[in-house]
Every structure is written in C-alpha cells, then in structure tokens.
Nanobody, 116 residues
Framework: QVQLVESGGGLVHAGGSLTLSCEAS????????MGWYRQAPGKQREWVAA???????SYGDSVQGRFKISRDNTKNMAYLEMNNLKPEDTAVYYC??????????WGQGTQVTVSS
C-alpha cells in the first residue's frame, strides 16, 4: 500500500528554520499531488501547502512567504522548508498525497515545536 513517511521535525527557536521531508513509496509519485497539513493541540487540522505533480505550489495564508514546498520526482520525495518560524507554527505536521480529488494518503506526522 501507499506509504508516506515524514521526517525532520524538532524543536526550534522562534525565527528559526526547519525542513520537513516526506518519502513516498508504492505510488506513481510524479502523478500525485503532495500536500502538508498541520494540527495543533485542540485545533482542527489545517492545510499548509500543496504542490502538483508538475511542481506548481500553493500555500495557506498563514505560511505564505515563510514556507516553501518542493518535490523531487526522481527520489519520490516532498519537502517543506519552513523559515521565520513562530510559536503558532507549533503542531504535528502531516504529509499527504492525492491521485484524484481528495487527500487519500497520509503519513504518521512529525512534531514541530517552536519556542518563543
């Protein structure tokens, strides 16, 4: 079955940077849109960013200009570069994949904690 495995989370001070990685397997990666979501304690899951199979990115308002999504179709990898991190970015970040109109595939999540 499709597997998505995130890595790269951790603890960082406000203003710092982190890059999350998502490794996909058992999927025709170049045909899949890839996305990142996050969920903070007590809050609903929030869409962060997405990138089409062809590499067109889109971002949520709260991260626009600070985060950058990318992918490497030769390695079945998606990335989320996070800059100028804020305490409100603290959440579990999930990688997701879609071959159709819905995000059908999810990773297990990686914790990002931003200290003030």
């Amino acid at each position: 079955q499709v597997q998505l495995v995130e890595s790269g989370g951790g603890l960082v001070h406000a203003g710092g940077s982190l890059t999350l990685s998502c490794e996909a397997s058992n999927i025709i990666f170049s045909m899949a849109a890839m996305g990142w979501y996050r969920q903070a304690p007590g809050k609903q899951r929030e869409w962060v960013a997405a990138i089409t199979g062809g590499g067109k990115p889109s971002y949520g308002d709260s991260v626009q200009g600070r985060f950058k999504i990318s992918r490497d179709n030769t390695k079945n990898m998606a990335y989320l570069e996070m800059n100028n991190l804020k305490p409100e970015d603290t959440a579990v970040y999930y990688c997701s994949g879609a071959l159709g109109l819905s995000w059908d595939y999810w990773g297990q999540g990686t914790q990002v904690t931003v200290s003030s």
